[in-house]
């Protein structure tokens, strides 16, 4: 069976009350000296008993201690105090850029056209306005990339000129060296062929024959005279 916890409630005999006192108050008071020797804390109890009178017991300068104390409590004030206006600064920035946004997107439905039913002369005008700069701007910007882009195909087109020009030189010289090579091989067979030519200037007296009509000498004619 669970023991449930016991109520705790006033003692109503004033006898015992102050028996009560005394003894929670003496163990009260050892804790507290017990906790700033071992632990070395900064300790300050003050206890008022029912009919007023004064128990205190301090590690320390009790003075020191609620100086501290009021210190400490007046920072935590002061940093909620700054935590609150951090906040509702936030709070009212939030707010207005929701304004803002709602603004922003409430003209550029305007300018797209739409909701523009319930807007009077002035605002449709100004909208006019407004689009005319816009397509100005537009046209403007549009102008300086067309001309940039010209200026990149020019400098393109320059540095492809260049370089036709340099592959057409490569390639007339490749052409002239070539033609050359080859005008020098035909030039060189040519000659090969006339030293391989036998000149025959064979002379015949009589009735003889030449021995070998047919032979080819090189560079020296053949004369033929009778037996």
């Known amino acids: ?46 206890v008022f008993s029912p009919k007023g009178k004064l128990y205190e017991f301090a590690s320390s300068s009790m003075q020191d201690i609620i100086e501290r104390y009021k210190q400490h409590t007046k920072d935590i004030r002061t940093e909620n105090i700054i935590d609150e206006e951090k906040s509702q600064n936030l709070k009212r920035e939030a707010e207005s850029l929701g304004k803002k946004i709602e ?32 397509v100005t701007c537009i046209r403007a910007r549009k102008m300086q990339v067309f001309q940039e882009q010209i200026e990149k195909l020019k400098a393109k087109e320059v540095m492809l000129v260049a370089e036709n020009e340099m592959l057409s030189e490569k390639y007339n010289v490749r052409v002239n060296e070539e033609s050359m090579e080859k005008r020098v091989t035909i030039e060189s067979s040519e000659e090969d062929e006339e030293e391989e030519i036998e000149v025959d200037t064979g002379l015949f007296i009589g009735q003889a024959a030449p021995e070998s009509s047919n032979r080819r000498r090189k560079n020296k004619p053949i004369i033929m005279m009778p037996n």
């Open 1 to 46: 069976m669970v023991r449930g916890k016991t109520q705790m409630r006033r003692i109503e005999n004033a006898t015992s009350r102050q028996v009560t006192f005394s003894k929670r108050r003496n163990g009260l008071l050892k804790k507290a000296f017990e906790l700033s020797v071992l632990c070395d804390a900064k300790v300050a109890l003050i």
């Open 103 to 134: 603004f922003l997107e409430d003209s550029k439905r305007k300018m797209l056209g739409e909701c523009v039913a319930s807007s009077t002369f002035e605002e449709l005008q100004q909208l006019e306005q407004q689009l005319d700069r816009s």
